[in-house]
């Protein structure tokens, strides 16, 4: 059986939500395993720390993490005789001296090739980046949408490479598929309140003539509440706007 690509757009497509999405596209790949942070995490105490008992102090409590961090990971596979977790630490190991100690170069890297991310692959992942940063609305009209790309300075051709950088990244898990909004679309933003339960505070509803109907907080408002989340909805979970 063929073992099917990683590559970063289909990371980013196999994330379920526009969050984890955009989490994928900024870090430019899957985040590293607990064992393969480890290496990472002890190339900073390379670096001698100045002879001050507080630094002193940090660099021993630093040494005392890393130590229990080692024994929780790799203590229960030594016990059952799995060399996979060790073998997992030694590459790890391998690929931090390449890095040069950056987790994000690391995580960046070609695990297979370990060559890192060339010009026209890092534009491609600053595009995806953007796209699942962007609100509902700037996928109105390819204006819209174009617009939002150059403020940020997103290198793009043309309409059929920004469709096929939005099929890309879309995937086929349920949420919201990347293309320019329908009529029939609808979309709410949630914040969580102090109870931990989600509250909808705007909703947004591309009527028939494809011009949006907007209830609840505006976009600037709900563009500076911390911690929220949009999500694509069904019109019959839209309380506001029926």
Not at 117 to 146: C, H, I, N, Y
Not at 203 to 228: M, Q, Y
Request: aromatic share 8%; proline share 7%; charged share 25%.
């Amino acid at each position: 059986m063929k073992k099917p690509r990683k590559n970063l757009n289909k990371q980013i497509a196999a994330a379920s939500t526009v969050a984890q999405k955009w989490q994928v596209a900024i870090a430019g790949g899957v985040a590293p395993t607990p064992i393969q942070q480890l290496p990472f995490n002890a190339f900073a105490l390379k670096t001698p720390v100045p002879n001050d008992p507080e630094w002193q102090q940090w660099e021993a409590e630093v040494k005392e993490r890393l130590k229990q961090e080692f024994a929780q990971l790799l203590f229960p596979a030594l016990i059952k005789n799995d060399p996979l977790p060790f073998q997992e630490l030694i590459e790890a190991m391998g690929d931090c001296n390449r890095c040069r100690g950056s987790l994000i170069h690391y995580t960046r890297m070609n695990k297979k090739t370990k060559k890192l991310p060339s010009k026209k692959q890092e534009k491609g992942r600053f595009l995806a980046q953007v796209l699942t940063s962007l609100e509902p609305e700037d996928f109105q009209s390819w204006k819209t949408l174009m617009e939002a790309l150059d403020k940020v300075g997103a290198d793009y051709y043309d309409q059929s490479h920004l469709c096929k950088a939005m099929k890309r990244i879309a995937g086929t898990a349920t949420g919201w598929p990347y293309r320019l909004l329908k009529p029939g679309d609808a979309f709410r933003w949630k914040i969580r309140g102090p109870n931990g339960q989600w509250k909808i505070v705007r909703e947004l509803l591309v009527k028939s003539d494809g011009t949006l109907l907007s209830r609840g907080l505006s976009r600037e408002k709900c563009e500076s509440i911390p911690n929220k989340k949009w999500e694509w909805a069904n019109l019959n979970d839209l309380p506001l706007v029926k």
